[in-house]
């Protein structure tokens, strides 16, 4: 393994400062001083001269809803809970929203929804944050009116449950 001079010992530290990840460490000490060096044999020596590369700030995966949120004045739960939604005087559709006792596999929760037309499927969120509708026929689509409806139920219903 290659020792470096004091000057290029200071350029990999400003390297390091100005935010160079071990990569581009090892590309500009063969580019600029004709050291190559495995990557192996660079971190080595990156922990043999004291320089800590410094590490990015990694992205937290956002979970993207696949109904917009409902309005906040607008309230599809009836006072008794989830299961009894409001009526349809109030303007609000006909959802009933229920979870399983064991999550089915694979999902963190899941359950079983009625739509104000009839049709039921079944609902799971995975592990990556994804929501998903199974059961139904191919290409259903619940009336728009449910759609806030089953997501304020689901958002109680993950509270309620500690998610």
Known sequence: ???LTPEQLTHVEQWAADGAN???VQDRLKTEFGISLTYLDA????????VRLQEKPREVEKVVALVPAPP???NALGDEGFDEPAGESAGISNVTLTSDQVATPGALIS????????????WYLDQMGRLGLSGAPQGYQPPKEDISNFQQQLDLLMQQAGF
Do not use: C, I, W
């Not at 971190?43 to 004291?50: A, I, T």
């Open 72 to 74: 906040p004045a607008e």
């Open 111 to 122: 359950g079983k929804v009625t739509f104000s037309d009839g049709q039921e499927a079944a």
């Open 22 to 24: 071990l990569n581009h």
């Open 1 to 3: 393994m290659s020792q």
């Open 43 to 50: 971190r080595l020596l990156m922990v043999d001269v004291g």
